[in-house]
Every structure is written in C-alpha cells, then in structure tokens.
C-alpha cells in the first residue's frame, strides 16, 4: 500500500520554542492530507485538513496560528507548533489521500513533549 | 456534530476466545472503517466497509456496516497474543479519504 512517513518520531522541546513535524508521502502524490492529534488513552481528533496550494481547514478549537500547516508541494505537508507549552504534548498524526485507493494511509505518528 | 459511540472501553479476554466491539453514531455515515492501533504508532487499517448491510472478512477478522448507515461492528474470531491493541472505529466525513472521525477506542487485552 501507499506509504506516508512523519519525522521526526519523538521530539522533545523547551516551552516557548516551536517544533516543526514533517509528513511525506512517499510513493504517491497527495493533494490532501489530514493532521490529527490523540492525547494518552484518548481517541484521534482531527485538527485540520492540509490543501497543497492552499490554505490549511482547521476544526473547530484547533488555533490556526498556533498550528501552522503547510502543503507547499504535492508530497509534504508540515505542522509547526509555535510556542509550545507543556499542554500541547501529544502524538500527533497525518493521514492522506491518494485519490486513487479507497482508504487513508496513516504515518507513524510524532511523539511531541514539551517540557 | 456527529458523535461516534464504541464500545466496549476495554476487554480482558483469553487467548482463544472470540471478541466483539461495536460503534454507533448519531448520523448516517457513508463509510465505515475500523483500525488497529500499537502503542507509539499510526493505526493500521483492518477493514473497510462502503455499502450499508455490508459484511466483509479479512482473516480472523469480520465486520459489518449495519443497515441504517448508523453503526457497525468488528469481530475477532479465536484471539491470540498479538490481537493485542487498541482498536478504532471511524467514519468518513467527506469524499476524502484522509478525513475521519474515531470513535474512543476498544483496548484488547489478550492472556495466555
């Protein structure tokens, strides 16, 4: 199947900085791709809808200016978390959408802690 | 909003014995899908269902869209040690196939 890879995996960053997470898909173009975020023990929730060429559709409570998305080419769409705070730990996920296959493709997921 | 129901919350179950977890949601859904979730990684698609009464295996593995486009369910046929994880179910919330809503997770838990 389709393959999409985050990097990084796990990050670990002071509160206050901001921290970029890639997410690439390797073997096919996507015009769209979706970021979630899934607290421990909790279910995905989706923040946004990454458009290449376009601006990002944030869901409802997602702060776009807090998290940037990019989709500046058909096979990388990037989060950043601007000034980060302890409460936006989380595991962080994207998906996308080959328009071809019937189903998503996830990446592996971004460990973010903020400390 | 729609609001995706799954239950049970968690399962403590015998290798061997057969699991079953279910979804129910507020609104009609026109896909339903169910994943497989590891710690510290994506979810893994299992099953994907597209037509309402829909019933489809994949191994030890069956779901099925219920009738009403509301609910479906997965289950686990003769569980085994790896079966371990925590498992979503999710609808898709427009003609991207990206763009999901979870349900809250079943925690499998399989012993010897």
């Given at each position: 199947g389709a393959v999409v890879s985050q990097h990084p995996s796990r990050v670990i960053c002071k509160s206050g900085t901001s921290v970029k997470i890639e997410c690439r898909s390797l073997d096919f173009q996507a015009t769209t791709m979706f970021w979630?975020?899934?607290?421990?023990?909790?279910?995905?929730m989706l923040m946004a809808t990454s458009n290449e060429g376009s601006k990002a559709t944030y869901e409802q409570g997602v702060e776009k200016d807090k998290f940037l998305i990019n989709h500046a080419s058909l096979t990388l769409s990037t989060l950043t978390v601007t000034s980060a705070h302890p409460e936006d730990s989380s595991f962080y996920i994207c998906s996308a959408d080959t328009k071809v296959n019937t189903e998503a493709f996830f990446g592996q997921g971004t460990r973010l802690t903020v400390v | 909003g729609q609001q995706l129901n799954q239950s049970p919350q968690s399962?403590?179950?015998q290798e061997g014995e057969d699991v079953s977890m279910n979804c129910t949601s507020s609104s009609i859904f026109n896909t339903w899908l169910w994943y497989k979730q590891d710690p510290g990684e994506g979810?893994?698609?299992?099953?994907?269902?597209y037509k309402a009464g829909e019933l489809t295996s994949n191994g030890r593995l069956t779901a099925q869209f219920g009738i009403t486009r509301k609910d479906s369910f997965l289950n686990i046929s003769a569980s085994i040690p790896s079966d371990v994880g925590i498992?979503?179910?999710?609808?898709?919330?427009?003609r991207s196939w990206g763009k999901l809503q979870f349900g809250a997770g079943t925690q499998v838990v399989v012993t010897p």
């Open positions: 979630y975020r899934q607290f421990p023990k909790q279910s995905l | 399962m403590f179950i979810p893994v698609l299992l099953i994907a269902l498992y979503f179910c999710a609808g898709q919330l427009s």
